[in-house]
């Protein structure tokens, strides 16, 4: 079933690049009026402008940025009835290699940055009586890895709040996680570049491939819909067939 979004406005963060990009687009494809937020202002400006779409440069891990942001999407769009956040920061290295800054940026970006999102677009979102949020998580959440503690429990974190947010929120609110498996983006790109572990993520899974951004987009673009009307709450994870393997 193609999820129709007709006439809905929706927040995207993380959208200069890779999956907040491609949900972007597919949202706007499939009807939405979209706000692409993203620190990066050049991202931005080499996103080609479709009808429905405002870009906004804000730095989520900034209280004083989000706040500013909300307002400007709120009045861009008309109001707010979905929220997409994807942004993320990949932190690689072991507990002795990280330093306490690297660990603050993980939780920054990778949690508190959509804590900060849902906080100040909540009222906007309640007034719209029929509202989505899906936050994009990771695999990383749900299995142990060496090597990448500060992204993965920043992750993990993330998916706890989605569900009790599901809980509070509900019933004017849903709010559900995705947990993209390795998707080919622009930050997966330096782990990707190395050919061995490339090999080894792909061979990773039952489909013997890695993911491409759009794939993770279709299932956003499913959950901000009315197709998933009583998905309330739930982990979706999209990783070819790895985590249980």
């Not at 999820?3 to 995207?12: F, N, Y």
């Not at 890695?210 to 739930?234: R, T």
Request: charged residues 20%; contains cysteine.
């Amino acid at each position: 079933m193609v999820p129709d979004l007709e006439g809905r406005k929706i927040v995207v963060t993380g959208a200069g690049n890779g999956i907040g990009l491609a949900a972007a687009r597919r949202l706007v494809a499939l009807g939405a009026s979209v706000a692409l937020i993203d620190r990066d202002r050049a991202a931005l400006d080499a996103v080609a402008v479709a009808p429905g779409m405002a870009k906004i440069v804000c730095d989520i891990s900034v209280a004083e940025e989000v706040e500013r942001a909300a307002k400007e999407a709120e009045s861009a769009l008309g109001g707010v009835d979905g929220l997409v956040n994807a942004a993320g920061v990949l932190v690689q290295g072991s507990l002795d290699e990280l330093s306490l800054d690297q660990w603050a940026r993980s939780l920054k970006v990778n949690l508190l940055g959509a804590v900060l999102m849902c906080k100040f677009l909540a009222e906007s979102l309640k007034r719209a009586g029929f509202a989505t949020i899906v936050n994009v998580a990771s695999v990383g959440a749900l299995r142990p890895a060496k090597g990448v503690s500060a992204y993965s429990a920043a992750k993990a974190g993330l998916l706890m709040f989605s569900k009790c947010m599901a809980v509070e929120l509900a019933p004017t609110i849903r709010v559900n996680a995705v947990c993209p498996g390795t998707i080919e983006t622009a930050m997966t790109h330096g782990l990707l570049a190395d050919p061995a572990i490339r090999e080894r993520l792909a061979g990773g899974n039952a489909l013997g491939r890695l993911g491409a951004a759009d794939e993770i987009a279709d299932v956003i673009a499913y959950l901000s819909g009315p197709a998933s009307s009583y998905v309330n709450g739930a982990t979706v994870v999209v990783d070819g067939g790895s985590t249980w393997l």
